[in-house]
């Protein structure tokens, strides 16, 4: 019986340990975005009032002839990505600095050093130092997501956050966005566009086999990070 305990205990060890491998290929990958990703709207509180035939008092409540759009803590909006950053930079120094001296010493009678009467002596010395740099970016990212309303500010603005994930494979890809979006800039569609959203973080990250391959191992990153060459 105890060899049989200590054969499961291995057992459960070694699926432990697997899980624990799995967890680091599979697991979500972290994000910088507002959070909550999503958010359920308030529930509608009863009318004290009694309503018209085309007057609701209730919160909930949109006017007949009104777009739907986002308003509320909630609601959904359309955000279309349209993301496209050029940066470029360069940089040029250069110094140079020369010097020369020249001295001699006389010939006269009674002075020490007799070796060095009548020598010429001359020292100079120069520097020079250039150096270049250069630097460009490009970055392009397009697409769309649906984030929801998690919060309205005092001034009217609404702090929108979302997540799309989609499983190719055996990785997936998460798509994640959040922002402050001013209600004027929101289209009749319900929609606007990346480059009107404040505070804007867009991300585009996955997990699986693919994406674990490009991670440099932890030993040779230890290593990049001990060695002074």
Same mark, same amino acid.
């Given at each position: 019986?105890?060899?049989?305990?200590?054969? @499961?205990?291995?057992? =459960?060890?070694?699926?432990?340990?697997?899980?624990?491998? *799995?967890?680091? $290929?599979?697991?979500?990958?972290?994000?910088?975005?507002?959070?909550?990703?999503?958010?359920?709207?308030?529930?509608?509180?009863?009318?004290?009032? /009694?309503?018209?035939?085309?007057?609701?008092?209730?919160? *909930?409540?949109?006017?007949?002839?009104? +777009? =739907?759009?986002?308003?509320?803590?909630? +609601?959904?909006?359309?955000?279309?990505?349209? !993301? %496209?950053?050029?940066?470029?930079?360069?940089?040029?120094?250069?110094?140079?600095?020369?010097?020369? %001296? %020249? @001295?001699?010493?006389? *010939?006269?009678?009674?002075?020490?050093?007799?070796?060095?009467?009548?020598?010429?002596?001359?020292?100079?010395?120069?520097?020079? @130092?250039?150096? +270049?740099?250069?630097?460009?970016?490009?970055?392009? @990212? /397009?697409?769309?997501? /649906?984030?929801? #309303?998690? !919060?309205?500010?005092?001034?009217?603005?609404? #702090?929108?956050?979302?997540?799309?994930? $989609?499983?190719?494979?055996?990785?997936? !890809?998460? $798509?994640?966005?959040?922002?402050?979006?001013?209600?004027?800039?929101?289209?009749?569609?319900?929609?606007?566009?990346? #480059?009107?959203?404040?505070?804007?973080?867009? !991300?585009?990250?996955?997990?699986?086999?693919? +994406?674990?391959?490009?991670?440099?191992?932890?030993?040779?990153?230890?290593?990049?990070?001990?060695?002074?060459?």
């Amino acid at each position: 019986m105890a060899a049989v305990g200590m054969t @499961f205990l291995k057992a =459960r060890a070694i699926a432990g340990m697997l899980c624990l491998l *799995s967890g680091c $290929i599979a697991a979500t990958p972290p994000t910088a975005v507002h959070q909550p990703m999503t958010v359920r709207p308030p529930a509608a509180v009863p009318a004290t009032v /009694t309503n018209g035939s085309i007057y609701q008092a209730a919160p *909930s409540y949109r006017p007949l002839f009104e +777009d =739907r759009r986002a308003r509320g803590v909630g +609601d959904i909006l359309t955000i279309s990505i349209v !993301e %496209n950053t050029n940066a470029d930079k360069k940089a040029s120094s250069a110094a140079n600095r020369s010097s020369e %001296n %020249n @001295f001699s010493v006389s *010939s006269l009678a009674g002075l020490p050093g007799k070796s060095f009467l009548g020598a010429n002596l001359g020292a100079s010395s120069g520097f020079e @130092f250039s150096g +270049d740099g250069q630097s460009s970016s490009n970055n392009v @990212f /397009t697409g769309t997501i /649906t984030v929801t #309303v998690t !919060e309205v500010l005092p001034n009217g603005n609404l #702090v929108v956050s979302g997540e799309k994930q $989609i499983g190719i494979g055996q990785g997936s !890809e998460f $798509i994640r966005f959040s922002g402050v979006v001013n209600p004027v800039t929101i289209s009749g569609a319900n929609s606007v566009n990346s #480059v009107q959203v404040a505070d804007a973080r867009v !991300e585009y990250r996955g997990n699986g086999q693919i +994406d674990s391959a490009q991670v440099m191992g932890w030993l040779t990153r230890f290593f990049l990070t001990v060695l002074p060459f």
